[in-house]
């Protein structure tokens, strides 16, 4: 019952939160910038058809000026440079050495060569291309979907009419994934109280598959403890919000020109 208790009093807080956050999506004005200031739903379907012209794009001087506009986009959000820097370095020393090794295995015209390896014109290029579209989608979303919470992106989906059951799921996720993290390190706690020490071998493996089955079971107990706790509670499948969808303002419009004409013209530069 503690359980429980424990897991309902989430439930509620979590509800709550979103509400709150649902209520105050469209006030303060004064102290949001001006795209934190346009309609969320507005603000995820530029991004999404922004992200889809940038990857269909097959030109460098294109990609250049999409990453421009991204970072400017970013600088407009007035996100901190720090945390962009971070997020951007994570993605780049991922990608740089998976994509070192795309001119030595395409085919084209040598450029430079390696111990003997050559490396081709065409795979450099592609590497440089892909390199220039992950970097402008992912300052896009930091600079349009970055400051929205969590609860409000999700209404954003759902006035999209993007499929509630994504929408709740996606939403669910994020409102759970920190329980689960947590979970996972009481399971580690125990396991070093108990002598366990992280070694290659069979019992480190072994004891590893113990974890990960029993991190399932506890989820799929607690994800039951939710359901009985929310039915409890009248869910019918949808949050409320305490107030309405906003109609589109000049400020919107004005936000849906730029974007549509910033993305005609990255197709007219490709």
Not at 191 to 205: E, I, Q, S, V
Request: net charge positive; with cysteine; charged share 15%.
């Amino acid at each position: 019952m503690s359980l429980a208790g424990e897991q309902t009093g989430a439930v509620n807080e979590g509800c709550c939160d979103g509400a709150v956050a649902l209520a105050g999506s469209r006030s303060g004005g004064d102290q949001r910038n001006f795209v934190q200031s346009v309609d969320p739903g507005l603000r995820l379907l530029v991004c999404a058809v922004f992200c889809l012209v940038v990857v269909s794009l097959k030109s460098l001087t294109a990609l250049s000026l999409a990453l421009g506009i991204a970072t400017l986009a970013v600088a407009a959000a007035r996100q901190s440079p720090g945390t962009a820097l971070r997020r951007m370095a994570a993605l780049d020393g991922f990608m740089l050495m998976v994509l070192a090794m795309l001119p030595f295995s395409t085919p084209g015209e040598p450029l430079f060569s390696v111990a003997g390896l050559p490396a081709s014109r065409e795979g450099a290029l592609l590497g440089a291309m892909i390199l220039l579209k992950a970097n402008a989608v992912v300052l896009m979303i930091l600079a349009l979907l970055s400051s929205m919470e969590p609860a409000l992106l999700g209404r954003a989906m759902n006035r999209l009419r993007l499929p509630s059951k994504f929408v709740l799921l996606f939403l669910f996720t994020l409102r759970y994934i920190d329980v689960l993290g947590r979970e996972y390190r009481r399971l580690r706690v125990a396991m070093k109280a108990r002598g366990f020490r992280m070694r290659c071998d069979l019992h480190t493996w072994r004891s590893i598959g113990y974890l990960v089955g029993m991190l399932l079971v506890r989820s799929i107990e607690r994800s039951e403890r939710i359901v009985a706790a929310m039915r409890c509670r009248g869910f019918n499948g949808t949050f409320p919000a305490l107030s309405e969808n906003a109609p589109l303002s000049l400020r919107d419009g004005a936000f849906a020109g730029l974007s549509l004409g910033v993305c005609l013209g990255l197709a007219l530069v490709q």
